[in-house]
């Protein structure tokens, strides 16, 4: 179970979304800066886990993982997969919770699914090098403002309190911590928002470029042998000139269609489930170009 949790874990550092094929996805979902005036406490922007249940078609990434790590065929990572979810979602029926470790929880509440992320921290480069803070507010000698006397001396002390406030808030602002080890040095003026344009450009480079990679292929079924594919095909009334044969790991697939876009293959997938009852346990692979 934690193969899965881990590799789970590892392709969302890297994908938006994660479906785990019958049990849901797992999305990203960017926060933005939050200031809690109760508690005086700010947070800068983040990133937070959110879990689908509608989103369980079989996308192949999960299961092209699993083949990359232990070497083996589509259909044996795909069992391996169906496997490890079928316990996930025994368990939750039993215990009506999941602990995933080091990622969070999996709970049923109302009869629905929810995931409590806890222990896992996504990368964000909007945040970088930001940090969680307390800034309590700055109190006035005491006195609230109906109390304050309208004397012209006591209001020009004021608007320079007034002022170095503002200014101290614009500094605590500006001045991030820079950690090395177990020293904290500060900096006056760091210059975050070039390395977070960096670092945010790098990332975008860097899904830009592994989304380009890879091909989605629309996957109506598996055969052992190319002619047990050709007689599928042709029995497809209606469909068999819109079907072709892939050859995978030993396996012949029947395929639709295929695209780079993993959405596109996916709605026309949904679509084609609702006219076409062959269509109900397709599924969508990636592969590497």
Do not use: W
Request: proline share 3%.
């Amino acid at each position: 179970m934690q193969g899965l949790i881990r590799l789970t874990i590892e392709l969302l550092n890297r994908h938006a979304c994660v479906i785990v094929p019958d049990l849901g996805g797992f999305v990203v979902n960017a926060k933005g800066a939050v200031v809690e005036r109760k508690s005086n406490r700010f947070c800068p922007p983040s990133a937070e886990v959110v879990f689908n249940p509608h989103l369980t078609h079989n996308d192949g990434l999960l299961v092209h993982a699993f083949m990359t790590e232990g070497g083996i065929s589509f259909d044996e990572a795909n069992r391996l997969v169906a496997e490890k979810v079928k316990s996930m979602k025994q368990e939750l029926a039993l215990r009506k919770e999941f602990v995933m470790e080091g990622f969070g929880t999996l709970v049923v509440e109302g009869g629905n699914v929810i995931f409590h992320q806890k222990g896992y921290s996504i990368e964000n480069a909007d945040a970088f090098g930001l940090h969680e803070f307390y800034f309590p507010q700055l109190s006035e000698g005491g006195e609230t403002v109906k109390d304050k006397v309208k004397a012209k001396s006591v209001k020009s002390r004021t608007g320079i309190f007034s002022g170095g406030v503002a200014a101290a808030v614009a500094l605590l602002l500006f001045c991030q911590p820079l950690r090395y080890g177990g020293r904290t040095d500060y900096a006056s003026f760091s210059p975050i928002p070039v390395v977070k344009e960096s670092v945010k450009q790098k990332m975008e480079a860097e899904r830009k470029a592994e989304a380009e990679r890879k091909e989605y292929y629309l996957v109506v079924a598996t055969f052992e042998s190319e002619a047990e594919a050709a007689d599928f095909i042709a029995g497809a009334e209606g469909l068999s000139d819109s079907l072709s044969t892939m050859s995978c790991d030993s396996k012949f697939m029947v395929t639709y269609s295929s695209s780079c876009n993993v959405s596109e293959v996916s709605q026309k997938l949904d679509s084609l489930r609702v006219s076409y009852p062959v269509f109900q346990n397709s599924f969508v692979l990636g592969l590497k170009k």
